[in-house]
């Protein structure tokens, strides 16, 4: 377990940073910063599904990677937390439609990113 909890906290770290990178690099280029950060959720998105098409089931290695990268570097390089905070602030300053926006171009640009690693993924 203690095992496990360390390749999390590992992969957590370079996560973190490359998404505070990334996030401060585009944010001048982008009318809001909500869209770098939807920007870095949706290739973090292709990455998870692209590591989990990769793996070779049940394998001991494929569990540890999946954790290291999968759950601790692309878990915190996307951040759930930040979306929804995003979101809220939108909606605090009256702005419902862009809200919405970002919403729905979280959930499907996300999961089409997914679905598009997981085929890469099987592919190779």
Known sequence: MIKNLLLVALGAVPGAWLRFRLVNYFEPMLPRKHWSTLGVNVGASFALGLLVGLAPGGSPG????????????????????????????????????????????????????????????AAL
């Not at 999946?66 to 995003?86: M, P, Q, W």
């Not at 605090?92 to 598009?116: N, W, Y």
């Open 62 to 121: 494929a569990a540890q990677m999946l954790l290291l990268l999968g759950t601790g570097f692309l878990g915190s390089l996307s951040t759930f937390s930040t979306f929804i905070a995003e979101i809220f602030l939108l909606l605090q300053a009256d702005e419902p439609r862009e809200a919405a926006l970002l919403c729905a171009a979280s959930v499907v640009l996300g999961l089409s990113a997914v679905a598009a690693g997981l085929a890469l993924g």
